[in-house]
């Protein structure tokens, strides 16, 4: 598609239960990030695909959270076992990807997913 | 431990007068500085980056300058329109980090009429 594409784009679910959060980057980004925002706060770095190599899941807050990309394209966001402190708005984002020339060159962000635990 | 940070977060411009939004940093290392604007139930939009080894990158209205003595770097936008009104983020890159980014908190920009 043309651009990034996210769902669900609301999801409210009880605590304690598992979500799944889709992200459709655009075709041919190599590299996929997924960031989250909680209320008054910045964007948060999650987790980043490159390729085929192996993921950075450096700034995933809790072994709760997931994420995978199968064929290097559609990625999943999975949080188990859901807290209340996990309602944010989930934000995925695509490039093309880690050359020097991408270095100064901005992701294209989806919609984002507004998480609401009650 | 906040390595970008964006100290005010409002501010409220005339239309037609200069919006100036600022950005510190604390990391040597960053050697990409990106401006992100932010609407309403929607994602980040990529406005403008400067690399480390300059100071001042210019695009039509905007124009980002970068302090490295002092870590400091803002976003210019003059005539300010009020279709700029948005939340204005702050980004940087490591080296050596490939692409992630680290983001700032953000900055509410209201033009008024």
């Known amino acids: 598609g043309a651009g990034v594409s996210q769902s669900p784009s609301n999801k409210v679910t009880e605590k304690g239960k598992d979500v799944e959060l889709r992200c459709d980057p655009i075709?041919?980004?190599?590299?996929l990030y997924w960031y989250r925002q909680s209320l008054g706060q910045g964007l948060e770095f999650l987790i980043y695909?490159?390729?085929?190599?192996?993921?950075?899941k450096s700034g995933l807050p809790s072994d709760r959270f997931s994420a995978e990309r199968t064929g290097g394209s559609v990625s999943t966001l999975t949080i188990q076992r859901t807290q209340q402190e996990d309602s944010a708005v989930y934000l995925c984002?695509?490039?093309?990807?880690?050359?020097?020339?991408?270095?100064?060159?901005?992701?294209?962000f989806g919609s984002g997913t507004r998480l609401t635990v009650v | 431990d906040q390595q970008v940070k964006q100290n005010s977060p409002s501010l409220s411009v005339q239309e037609g007068r200069i919006s100036i939004l600022n950005c510190d940093y604390t990391?040597?290392?960053?050697?990409?500085f990106l401006w992100y604007k932010k609407y309403p139930a929607e994602g980040p939009t990529f406005l403008i980056s400067?690399?480390?080894?300059?100071d001042k990158n210019e695009d039509g209205r905007f124009t980002v300058f970068l302090n490295k003595s002092a870590k400091h770097l803002s976003l210019h936008i003059v005539p300010s329109q009020p279709g700029d009104s948005a939340v204005y983020f702050c980004?940087?890159?490591?080296?050596?980090?490939?692409?992630?980014?680290?983001f700032g908190t953000g900055t509410r920009l209201q033009v008024t009429l």
């Open positions: 075709s041919g980004h190599t590299a």
């Open positions: 400067i690399s480390s080894i300059k």
């Open positions: 695909f490159q390729g085929n190599s192996a993921p950075d």
């Open positions: 984002a695509s490039s093309q990807g880690v050359g020097q020339a991408s270095r100064g060159a901005g992701y294209t």
């Open positions: 990391n040597s290392m960053f050697d990409y």
């Open positions: 980004a940087a890159r490591s080296t050596g980090t490939a692409s992630k980014l680290t």
